[in-house]
């Protein structure tokens, strides 16, 4: 019997003596897994570098040439010559884009609003004759444009007082429909909303 229990005892003992052997991975091999990922993410890197485009790809992609010469500052400085907005101005004639009335659920508020509004646009006197002639096309898609525009607009879209928002979306949109800017600007007249 003597000899099972020192038999038994010789395995912890030697379990106690080598530590390292119970304490899981060595340094060695963290710090194998740490060079690994490290290359894993040096090598996406790269890979990701190569496949950015450069800032004239950049360019050609948006359809854009890279100019030689320095862009126009985004604002420009504040005139009293007011020339060029005459000038901008008259070259321009308004066309009617036909009187709206849209009813639009509030979800939010459990209201409903009324919304009746004419519109207008402003489109070069050179491109009139082509723009009756697209809009005659698309008169109905223009509509529904419009009023889809109107029926998503926000609250506060609505109690802008120059309804910015609007005017710039149904600009686009118009635009994109016609596949030409040919509409410059958008008018917004008579315009009231009631809320029930």
Not at 7 to 13: D, K, L, M, V, Y
Not at 31 to 39: I, R, T
Request: charged share 20%; aromatic share 6%; net charge negative.
């Amino acid at each position: 019997m003597p000899e099972n229990s020192t038999s038994s005892i010789a395995p912890e003992t030697s379990a106690a003596a080598n530590p390292a052997a119970s304490s899981g991975p060595s340094w060695v091999g963290r710090l194998a897994v740490v060079l690994f990922l490290s290359v894993v993410v040096l090598a996406e890197c790269v890979i990701a570098y190569f496949y950015l485009p450069t800032a004239a790809e950049t360019a050609v992609l948006a359809g854009t040439a890279v100019a030689a010469e320095p862009a126009e500052p985004a604002v420009k400085p504040l005139s009293l010559d007011t020339e060029e907005s005459e000038k901008d101005s008259a070259d321009q004639v308004e066309v009617d884009l036909e009187q709206f009335s849209v009813t639009s659920f509030q979800p939010v508020s459990n209201t409903t609003l009324r919304i009746d509004f004419h519109l207008f646009g402003a489109v070069a006197s050179k491109d009139e004759v082509e723009f009756q002639q697209h809009m005659a096309k698309n008169v109905h898609r223009f509509r529904e444009q419009v009023i889809v525009i109107v029926r998503g607009a926000e609250l506060t879209d609505l109690t802008d007082a120059g309804l910015g928002l609007i005017k710039r979306k149904i600009l686009e949109k118009t635009n994109r429909m016609l596949g030409k800017p040919l509409l410059k600007s958008v008018i917004v007249s008579e315009f009231s909303f009631i809320e029930q």
